[in-house]
C-alpha cells in the first residue's frame, strides 16, 4: 500500500511525497527502483516515509 501526495516546501514550492507501508525494503532500494521505471525526475518523490499503516478515513479516504 503507498499514498503519493504534494507537500508544501518554503524553497521549492510543492514537492511529492509519499508514504509506504513495508518492513521489508529501504527508502534507497525504493528510491533505485523508481529511478530505474521512471526518466523525468520531477514525477519521482523527493520524501519517502516507511509506515506500518496509513491512516484511512470512516469514508475509507487517505489521511495525509
Do not use: H
Amino acid at each position: 500500500q503507498a499514498v503519493v501526495y504534494t507537500k508544501s516546501n518554503k524553497l521549492l514550492g510543492n514537492i511529492l511525497a509519499c508514504k509506504i507501508v513495508s518492513t521489508e525494503v529501504t527508502e534507497s532500494e525504493i528510491k533505485t527502483y523508481l529511478k530505474e521505471r521512471i526518466k523525468e525526475d520531477y514525477k519521482i518523490p523527493r520524501i519517502i516515509n516507511l509506515v506500518d499503516s496509513v491512516l484511512v478515513s470512516k469514508n475509507n479516504k487517505v489521511m495525509r
